[in-house]
């Protein structure tokens, strides 16, 4: 098997997982996607490597995926994929490259349309969509059916997916890189810059500055990287290279002396920059990667070795890389006015949780006990903690049922909670708005909680007005105090439902509700623009994790700096209180 037929094996494993359920197989999603990502870009084929046996020396694969890849040298087949890819159309696999489809929605249409021949999926679908078959399948409609449509024929030209990298994962990619760059010992200090340095969401190319007394060896180093497919461009002070999938690093260098204007430059954005660039002309300044030059002196050129000391030279404050998007940070740095941006160790508790208690729920289930995960808050320094498992199925189970259930849950947290000391409990349930507004959960059980997260998990295309009229009732319960990721939006899969965030953000506001910031790598919603307004209105808002699994609260840090990107200071998250403050404001 080559390396190229490996890598394709690989996406389709991460595809299964991805459609039998995201959130489950999380991590193995992640391992898969990497691994074909180093496989995709390896310069020696994996089967010699295997032949000498060598395959633990290859970067980012770990062991059970050594042992998969084994097997299918062994066998020509593991059969562990193959269960995975069980029941999944082969068609699934071709129409997943095309632009705007993904696995889920892949999968979706080869059932619904009955697209069983891989070989013809795409001129299938095609004809399926000219005939409107598309427009008639639930969560579809006319608009998805004519940009699928024109996504196939863009497809048919050759134009590939150009899906931009959800933030983890490009970071796991620029770890990577680095951890390899400061091998050399001619490599001073090596920094993702960019997107990745401002956090954005999604991430085109990876940039990474590094600092060197030898820019020469230092590129001879980075362009000589095992795992690349190829050398883009290599100069004496940058370089590019490509991984797989068109995934391009580019590499600046720059002698200590002059490392903060170099930071500063590629960190960008574009816009921050152009912005900062008039300022500084106006000044007779001109800026560049290199330094600053006064136009009205000799023109020399003037170095900074911090970004602090070259934002300070412009008589402005440092400002955080998360706001850099020319949004108004320029005006407030020069009057030295910035907001102080909330921080991770600011966060006190995580409040959507999903244990595996077996609370027979209608959405999926946690991984992990109830009492790991408290343990876990301790470790992270929390001072409280909410469960938040969804509600019990209500078309399985009775109101009664559902009552039992969810004291049977209580029950097992006091239990648990008398054993942990230092970080207190809270007894959630995320629980669905149903279409007719009302709650999944009658009042005599939502009785049994501290409080209720509340969220739409169906019927995404209902109209702007009847879903904000839909969120609105479900957020009137005096039991619900959280709007769980507010806009639906899955970033490379789906754009979200529609709400109407004036009317939203006016309710929130008079009845000390909270919005969700939720940090699931492909959720981050509320999305930074709706944070940033969020925050103009005062409105609270909720950094949560959504975990399913123990590891997964790590999380934290994406949706920290989502509100980071917002402009949210500490006194705009609800969860930087302390215990005694919190609870006032969820039992309020
Ligand atoms: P991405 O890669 O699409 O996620 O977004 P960025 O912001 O990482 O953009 P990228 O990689 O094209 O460039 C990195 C930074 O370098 C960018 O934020 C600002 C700076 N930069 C690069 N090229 C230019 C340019 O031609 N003009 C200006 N003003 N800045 C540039
Ligand atoms: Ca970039
Ligand atoms: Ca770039
Ligand atoms: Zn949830």
């Known amino acids: 098997m080559s390396n190229q037929e490996i890598t394709r094996l690989f996406r389709q494993v991460a595809a299964a997982y991805s459609i039998k359920d995201s959130k489950k197989f999380y991590f193995q999603i992640l391992a898969y996607q990497k691994a074909s990502e180093a496989i995709a870009s390896s310069t020696t084929e994996i089967k010699d490597i295997y032949r000498e046996g060598k395959l633990q020396t290859l970067p980012g694969i770990g062991a059970t995926i050594q042992s998969r890849l084994e097997e299918l040298f062994k066998k020509g087949s593991v059969s562990h994929f193959n269960a995975v890819l069980r029941g999944i159309p082969k068609s699934v696999f071709v129409l997943m490259y095309v632009p705007s489809i993904g696995p889920k929605k892949a999968y979706k249409l080869a059932k619904k349309l009955s697209l069983n021949n891989p070989e013809t999926a795409i001129e299938d679908l095609i004809i399926k969509a000219k005939n409107h078959q598309i427009a008639k399948i639930p969560t579809f409609g006319e608009k998805s059916e004519q940009d699928i449509l024109r996504a196939l024929f863009e497809y048919k030209e050759g134009k590939g997916k150009t899906t931009r990298m959800i933030l983890p994962f490009a970071t796991e990619i620029a770890e990577k890189i680095i951890s390899y760059l400061k091998q050399s010992p001619a490599i001073i200090e090596a920094i993702p810059l960019g997107s990745i340095r401002r956090m954005m969401p999604t991430i085109g190319d990876i940039d990474i500055a590094v600092t060197t007394s030898s820019p020469k060896e230092a590129i001879a180093h980075f362009v000589a990287y095992p795992y690349k497919e190829r050398v883009v461009e290599q100069g004496s002070e940058t370089a590019s290279i490509l991984t797989s999938g068109g995934r391009q690093i580019d590499l600046m260098v720059a002698f200590p002396a002059g490392f903060g204007a170099l930071l500063q430059h590629f960190t960008g954005s574009k816009d921050h920059n152009v912005r900062l660039r008039e300022y500084a002309l106006k000044q007779g300044l001109s800026l560049s ?248 209105n005062g409105v609270k808002l909720i950094i949560d994790t959504d975990s399913h699994e123990v590891r997964q609260m790590n999380l934290m840090k994406y949706g920290v700096a989502m509100a980071r990107r917002g402009w949210a200071t500490k006194s705009d998250i609800i969860n930087t209180l302390e215990f005694e403050d919190f609870i006032k404001w969820i039992k309020m």
């Open 289 to 536: 990667e290199r330094g600053i030059k006064d136009l009205k002196k000799n023109g020399k050129l003037m170095k900074y070795a911090t970004e602090e000391k070259f934002y300070n030279f412009l008589e402005m404050s440092w400002i955080p890389p998360e706001m850099r998007e020319n949004k108004g940070e320029i005006e407030l740095a020069i009057q030295h006015k910035l907001p102080k941006l909330v921080e991770l160790s600011d966060i006190k508790g995580d409040l959507h949780i999903h244990s595996n208690f077996p609370i027979e729920p209608s959405h999926d289930l946690g991984q992990t006990d109830i009492k790991e995960m408290a343990e876990y808050a301790k470790k992270l320094k929390y001072e409280y903690l909410g469960f938040s498992e969804h509600n019990p199925s209500i078309s399985m189970h009775s109101k009664d049922e559902i009552y039992s259930l969810i004291a049977r849950r209580n029950e097992y947290i006091e239990h648990i909670s008398s054993s942990i000391k230092n970080v207190q409990i809270f007894k959630l349930l995320e629980i669905d708005i149903l279409s007719s507004g009302k709650l999944a959960v009658d009042d005599k059980s939502l009785e049994l909680l501290d409080g209720a997260i509340v969220s739409i998990h169906s019927s995404f295309s209902t109209n702007k007005q009847e879903m904000t009229k839909r969120v609105l009732a479900g957020l009137s319960h005096p039991k619900a105090k959280i709007l769980a990721h507010p806009t639906g939006r899955m970033l490379n899969e789906r754009p979200g439902y529609e709400l109407d965030f004036d009317q939203i953000f006016d309710f929130c506001k008079k009845n000390n509700k909270a919005l969700e910031i939720n940090s699931w790598p492909n959720r981050l919603d509320l999305p930074d623009p709706l944070i940033m307004e969020a925050v103009k």
